[in-house]
Nanobody
Framework: VHLVESGGGLVQAGGSLRLSCASSESISSIKRVGWYRQAPGNQRESVAIIDSDGKIYYADSVKGRFTISRGNAKNPGYLQMNSLKPDDTAVYYC?????????WGVGTQVTVSS
């Protein structure tokens, strides 16, 4: 299984982007979908997570601006990012946890200019 993120790019502060996560194969029994990001010189951090029971977690820094949603077995999840700030600049990764395995995407660059 390979995950590929799309939807990243360069946007001005205040703009929006929608990230998508696509899988090379259908993933059954998805328990959790998460979005993480890593800025240069920083550790990878969680941005938003949604569990199969509907519980959602957002990092404090993105609450009220980002919205995570689930998709299906081939397109497990999405991240709508509004009111983007330069501090949101990072490589964004999709993570999918099935009943047995966890899968990471290759990342997509999001750059927010001031």
């Amino acid at each position: 299984v390979h995950l590929v993120e799309s939807g990243g790019g360069l946007v001005q502060a205040g703009g929006s982007l929608r990230l998508s996560c696509a899988s090379s194969e259908s993933i059954s029994s998805i328990k959790r979908v998460g979005w993480y990001r890593q800025a240069p010189g920083n550790q990878r951090e969680s941005v938003a997570i949604i569990d199969s029971d509907g519980k959602i977690y957002y990092a404090d820094s993105v609450k009220g601006r980002f919205t995570i949603s689930r998709g299906n077995a081939k397109n497990p999840g999405y991240l709508q990012m509004n009111s983007l700030k330069p501090d949101d600049t990072a490589v964004y990764y999709c993570y999918v946890q099935s009943f047995v395995y966890g899968y990471w995407g290759v990342g997509t660059q999001v750059t927010v200019s001031s």
